[in-house]
């Protein structure tokens, strides 16, 4: 059980510097976009690899439809959402904002799987909502007592309902194929749908090693430590421990970025984090 939270810990220290990754990117000149097309494309150099090592490339030709609505979902909408949360709001503001996830589950497994909404659920989305307007009001982007812009809400809550895509079209792909195996096919399609929308500016080291730390260690090994970590916890400790994620991105957002949020920005973002916990344990 030790080994299994340390590689949860992991894992949610890992996708908790994606916003520090893409910041410096965005310091040495690189956008949003190209962030989220050489993100979706190394990380799939290194699945591939995986995938191809083990294996594990089958594809059945009825999920094509299915696979591809989740590259342009999952990965295009959800990388480049990301980036520009990250860009517009700050890396705290967008992993905390990710969160709102298990809110969008719930509404979504209202209108398409005609799941009972109970208290708990109806609770936590409106404990979400809450979290969201406190934080949109006091935080974000070393501005503690400015209020945040629209382009940087919408993107951190559309970032949020694509990686909820993760847990209820991710539900249907999980029995059926390996992680290696889904990103083997999607990540390709997602960074084909990026690459329209992307302007190429010259790199720098820096820039490269920002955008292969994004894609590797917080996007490919994060991953791999997430999986090896539910072979011996149950998947609802572990979706707990993995909230970890925004705390240590505000953490490392305070230190090396100096972002924070005021007093009432971060009852905000525990308001988000209790309404995860609260619907993690109902399950």
Not at 222 to 249: D, H, M, Q, R, W
Request: proline content about 2%.
């Amino acid at each position: 059980m030790f080994i299994g939270y340390l590689f949860i810990i992991s894992a949610a220290t890992l996708w908790g510097l994606i916003g520090i990754f893409s910041s410096l990117a965005f310091s040495q000149g690189i956008g949003p976009m190209e962030v989220a097309f050489w993100r979706a494309l190394l990380t799939w150099i290194c699945f591939g690899t995986q995938a191809v090592i083990r294996q594990e490339t089958h594809l059945y030709k009825q999920d094509i439809p299915l696979f591809v609505l989740f590259a342009l979902l999952g990965i295009t909408l959800f990388y480049i959402c990301y980036q520009f949360a990250v860009k517009t709001g700050g890396a705290a503001f967008a992993s905390v904002l990710l969160y709102t996830a298990p809110a969008w589950v719930v509404i979504c497994s209202f209108f398409i799987y005609k799941e009972k909404l109970t208290v708990i659920k109806l609770l936590s989305v409106t404990l979400v909502m809450l979290g969201v307007f406190l934080i949109s009001k006091t935080g974000g982007n070393s501005q503690g007592n400015t209020s945040l812009g629209w382009m940087a809400i919408l993107s951190g809550l559309a970032s949020g309902f694509c990686y909820s895509l993760y847990y209820t079209i991710g539900k249907y792909f999980s029995s059926r194929y390996s992680s290696a195996n889904l990103f083997l096919w999607v990540l390709p399609l997602g960074a084909l749908g990026v690459f329209p929308f992307v302007t190429f500016v010259h790199k720098t080291p820096l820039a490269w090693a920002a955008l292969i730390a994004c894609s590797f260690f917080s996007t490919f090994l994060a991953n791999f430590c997430y999986y090896k970590g539910l072979k011996y916890l149950e998947a609802g400790k572990a979706s707990i421990v993995a909230t970890l994620e925004p705390v240590v991105a505000a953490c490392a957002a305070y230190v090396l970025l100096g972002e924070y949020f005021s007093f009432l920005g971060y009852i905000g973002a525990g308001l988000i984090l209790l309404a995860v916990i609260s619907t993690i344990y109902e399950h």
